[in-house]
């Protein structure tokens, strides 16, 4: 059990956080939101850390999630560092590499197997590098961050929402695997989230058009994220699992 208690919705003080993509984006807003409510966090990414981790008692480690060695080198990392795992969140993603959106019948079959190997094979691979770790505790949190691309059938993104697609899948099938290990395991379906890579991708007036749209009518930033990880990296949700979680102001309804 983690030593103290916490409010609800909040990750327990000490539960060991493993965030992968943390470089940059929402990676590492997740990253600062839950070493501030007190985890112990790991971050990982194929690109070097755009804010202070170390400041914010974070411990980075380059890895390649499509890669399965630099999982069992973040595996261990992480172990040596902390000596459990209780959540892993799956959220390194090609997403600011992809490039123009266009016609699904101009995707190249390398881009679409790259993105495949980082966003789905990715998800896969890191759920099944922690799965010892987690089952030997009794207890574990995986949190895949997919996309309301899904749910509102995004055009010109085909590559993109078919892996996130499969991450949705992989969420169910892999949670009722699991869950008489102690382990949940469950996505989050973020709307147009304003990061750096939304604005390579997007106008300003497609931006403001999506905030428009949305029961909640704002832009959205990174941090209207993080309480929703939080809960679900947390004791407290050890009850829902196999679900994914749209947050995206009411847009997309499931
Ligand atoms: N921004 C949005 O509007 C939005 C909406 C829905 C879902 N998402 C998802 O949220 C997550 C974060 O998105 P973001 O906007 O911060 O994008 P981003 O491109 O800024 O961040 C993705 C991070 O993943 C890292 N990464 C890429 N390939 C990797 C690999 N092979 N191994 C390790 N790390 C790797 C990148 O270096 C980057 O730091 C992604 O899963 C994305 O698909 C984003």
Request: glycine share 12%; hydrophobic share 40%; proline share 5%.
């Amino acid at each position: 059990m983690n030593p103290m208690p916490t409010a609800p919705g909040s990750v327990e003080p000490g539960t060991v956080v493993l965030v992968t993509g943390g470089a940059r984006g929402i990676g590492a807003t997740l990253g600062r939101h839950l070493a501030a409510e007190g985890a112990a966090v790991v971050t990982a990414d194929v690109v070097e850390p755009a804010w202070d981790v170390d400041g914010s008692g974070v411990t980075h480690v380059p890895a390649d999630v499509s890669d399965e060695a630099s999982w069992r080198h973040l595996v261990d990392t992480t172990l040596d560092r902390h000596g459990r795992i209780d959540a892993l969140v799956n959220n390194a993603a090609v997403y600011q590499g992809l490039g123009d959106k266009r016609p699904f019948t101009d995707i190249t079959v390398e881009e679409w197997d790259r993105v495949m190997a980082v966003n789905t094979r990715g998800v896969w691979l890191g759920m099944r590098a922690v799965h010892p770790t987690m089952k030997q505790q009794g207890h574990g949190r995986v949190v895949n961050i997919a996309s309301s691309t899904v749910h509102m059938g995004v055009p010109f993104f085909a590559h993109y929402t078919a892996s996130k697609g499969a991450v949705i899948a992989l969420t169910r099938s892999v949670a009722r695997e699991v869950g008489r290990d102690g382990i949940t395991v469950n996505a989050i379906a973020p709307g147009l989230v304003e990061t750096e890579a939304t604005r390579a991708l997007n106008d300003d007036e497609y931006l403001a058009t999506s905030a428009g749209r949305r029961a909640v009518p704002r832009r959205m930033e990174p941090g209207d994220l993080a309480p929703a990880v939080s809960f679900l990296c947390s004791r407290g949700s050890g009850f829902i699992t196999g679900q994914t979680l749209i947050v995206d102001g009411g847009v997309a309804f499931s």
